[in-house]
């Protein structure tokens, strides 16, 4: 990906038909190659900063489209170069011809994420700010999009600086002392040393932590459906959905592979899995089925295990039990199903009762996930850890336990430098005040043409 200013363009809204659609062009010269394409009372090169013009986008002569021209100039524009946005009928159609109409007037086409790389290259955000970005365009909760927004106004950054900025200040203390050695001056108090390293290690943690939730916001909780054949996954499926979304049929092995849909409780993405039933089989396609199944569980926040309570209330038992030793780290819920065909009173059951096919149970379902949901998210709403910040804070507390280590056994103030700027360094790594081309690549690269 080029760093230089030349001017780009990209469909910056969804491609599709739709009522309007937003072209935007940035980079040098961008004001001339858009007075080439666009006629209007004025010129865009002549227009103010921060205006909207209207007029017709041209090709030979011949009208395109009426569009609106807004003008941002440098450094006041989202990338910090001179942009133009044309909004314009959201037909692919015209957005192909007004891009090639661009392209032939000097522009080239972005590429992924090339607009914000150069907001971040020119000082207009930083990583973490970029990253905001990305957790706000993909964002599958209302509390993630919320926290995402918080997180682009800079406040996960400035609570970095503060950490960063007090380690300077110790290294700084640390290593003024070595011009003094002589003179046995001591600049810092060990004790408070220590405890400000310790204080430091601790926030760094706390925020590590942060990333299984931030995880949930971004990108939703998942949910696992599994259980014998004919245990009910299926119409519980569409009962949570309120919708006919998976076939139900009293034959046992109906679902080979497995269906995924969204639904929303209390603001957060509920991805919801139905999986083939669990037993042993001779099928082929039934076994890759339960394979799948299996991968699912690894990775889902909470596995409902359906168990059909009118052949036996602990007929899935041994299956419970033995799923919880083979995935100790995942979450398991009996639910008893069918009570509607249960000859067995239920009420003193310790487990959740219910019936899919005629919806008994299913709001006291709900609730009760949404109970699952709310330990994994409370408390963690400042920022959206991803897996680089959670690495980056974990390397940076390693080296302040290293430094604690250091100090501790009496050695000098120059070893005990080196692991507290080793933290400095991974801190401005997470905003990008020290970073790599590989680093950037990876992040940009996620991002969708246009933004």
């Given at each position: ?12 809204t ?28 004025v ?20 009208v ?24 314009c ?18 522009a ?28 706000i ?33 110790l ?32 926030l ?16 939703g ?18 009962a ?15 679902t ?5 849909e ?88 310790n ?29 963690n ?15 940076a ?55």
């Amino acid at each position: 990906m080029t760093h230089n200013n030349e001017p780009i363009c990209a469909l910056a809204t969804p491609p599709g038909t739709a009522g309007l659609a937003i072209i935007r062009l940035s980079g040098q010269n961008c004001f001339t190659i858009a007075d080439k394409c666009f006629n209007g009372k004025v010129t865009l090169s002549e227009a103010s900063s921060h205006t909207v013009h209207y007029g017709t986008i041209l090709l030979n002569n011949t009208v395109i489209d009426t569009v609106t021209a807004t003008v941002f100039k440098n450094p006041h524009s989202y990338t910090g170069e001179d942009t133009v946005e044309f909004g314009c009928h959201g037909s692919m159609i015209i957005v192909e011809q007004i891009l090639n109409t661009l392209y032939n007037s000097g522009a080239r086409a972005a590429e992924a994420g090339e607009f914000t790389r150069r907001a971040f290259l020119n000082g207009k955000i930083d990583l973490t700010q970029v990253e905001a970005v990305a957790d706000i365009i993909h964002s599958s909760s209302v509390i993630g999009a919320q926290t995402a927004a918080r997180q682009l106004l800079g406040g996960f950054t400035k609570k970095l600086e503060l950490l960063r900025n007090e380690l300077i200040r110790l290294c700084g203390l640390l290593e003024l002392e070595l011009d003094f050695t002589e003179q046995d001056i001591e600049f810092v108090d060990r004790t408070a040393l220590r405890n400000t390293m310790n204080d430091i290690a601790d926030l760094c943690t706390n925020l590590a932590h942060g990333f299984r939730a931030a995880q949930i916001l971004r990108s939703g909780f998942f949910i696992g459906l599994v259980g014998f054949p004919n245990a009910g996954k299926s119409s519980l499926f569409n009962a949570l959905l309120e919708k006919h979304r998976a076939i139900v049929s009293d034959t046992p092995g109906t679902t080979r592979d497995f269906i995924e849909e969204s639904l929303f409780i209390e603001g957060i993405a509920i991805k919801l899995f139905d999986t083939a039933g669990l037993r042993s089989t001779e099928d082929a396609i039934e076994m890759e089925g339960i394979q799948l199944a299996e991968s699912i569980i690894e990775q889902s926040n909470l596995i409902l295990v359906l168990n059909d309570c009118s052949i036996d209330m602990y007929h899935s038992d041994n299956l419970l039990h033995g799923l919880q030793q083979r995935f100790p780290q995942t979450q398991f819920a009996l639910i008893q199903n069918k009570k509607d065909k249960c000859t067995i009173p239920l009420e003193n059951s310790n487990t959740l009762s219910i019936s899919a096919k005629t919806g008994d149970g299913i709001p006291e379902l709900k609730r009760y996930i949404a109970d699952c949901l709310r330990p994994n998210i409370d408390g963690n709403q400042d920022v959206l850890i991803n897996a680089r910040h959670a690495m980056l804070l974990q390397q940076a507390t390693q080296h302040l336990h290293n430094a604690g280590k250091t100090l501790e056994i009496g050695l000098s103030n120059d070893l005990i430098a080196i692991d507290v700027r080793a933290a400095v360094r991974l801190l401005g790594e997470i905003t990008g005040q020290v970073t790599g081309e590989d680093i950037l690549n990876a992040i940009f690269g996620s991002f969708c043409i246009g933004k």
